[in-house]
T-cell receptor, first 119, second 107 residues
Framework: EVQLVESGGGLVQPGGSLRLSCAAS????????MHWVRQVPGKGLVWVSR????????TYADSVKGRFTISRDNAKNTLYLQLNSLRAEDTAVYYC????????????WGQGTLATVSS | DIQMTQSPSTLSASVGDRVTITCRAS??????LAWYQQKPGKAPNLLIY???SLESGVPSRFSGSGSGTEFTLTISSLQPDDFATYYC?????????FGQGTKLEIK
């Protein structure tokens, strides 16, 4: 059974940092591109970032470029999102999603982890 | 960025009704469109990909159509479990973008 389990969310002050993790199981993690999508509570979905299967190539939404870093450890079957220089508008539930192919939709999602940026 | 616009934003319907949600793209995305269902407090669930391909395990009452800039999601006979929020997503270009969502409510 495919499972994606996020962790690492919490309360952080503006300007602070968080590292989110997404532990994958039930599939060959190293073969899939992976994504992060966020959702402000009560609002819509926003794609944040993606990483290719070996971690050598990444893409970011303009709103997070230069502040967030996506990475992966295929030996640990884990996806990461490093969030730096956090702003109040980064407050959201962050979901990891498995991509299908290299240009794709998301066939499996984690349950999400809430990052709250507030003083 | 490609803008995705869903209509309506809210839809009130009854069990057994046939409903259609529309998603329009600001430029052509061929058939690179997916539909998701999301219930409160849960992650989105994939329903349709490549505009009209039904994801495995999704009931056949869900169907998708369209290409280019206009797409539809149809539920042929609403069931109680279908009351949720629905999102379209384009994956033709980065940044991938979602519609604003359509909340399907019980009439």
């Amino acid at each position: 059974e495919v499972q994606l389990v996020e962790s690492g969310g919490g309360l952080v002050q503006p300007g602070g940092s968080l590292r989110l993790s997404c532990a994958a199981s039930g599939f060959t993690f190293s073969k899939y591109w992976m994504h992060w999508v966020r959702q402000v509570p009560g609002k819509g979905l926003v794609w944040v970032s993606r990483v290719n299967s070996d971690g050598s190539d990444t893409t970011y939404a303009d709103s997070v470029k230069g502040r967030f870093t996506i990475s992966r450890d295929n030996a640990k079957n884990t996806l990461y999102l490093q969030l730096n220089s956090l702003r109040a508008e980064d407050t959201a539930v962050y979901y990891c999603g498995r991509g299908v192919g290299t240009s794709s939709f998301f066939d499996y999602w984690g349950q999400g982890t809430l990052a709250t940026v507030s003083s | 960025d490609i803008q995705m616009t869903q209509s309506p934003s809210t839809l009130s319907a009854s069990v057994g009704d046939r409903v259609t949600i529309t998603c329009r793209a600001s430029q052509s995305i061929s058939r690179w469109l997916a539909w998701y269902q999301q219930k409160p407090g849960k992650a989105p669930n994939l329903l349709i990909y490549k505009a009209s391909s039904l994801e495995s395990g999704v009931p056949s009452r869900f169907s998708g159509s369209g290409s280019g800039t206009e797409f539809t999601l149809t539920i042929s006979s609403l069931q109680p479990d279908d009351f949720a929020t629905y999102y379209c997503q384009q994956y033709n270009n980065y940044p991938y973008t979602f519609g604003q969502g359509t909340k399907l409510e019980i009439k």
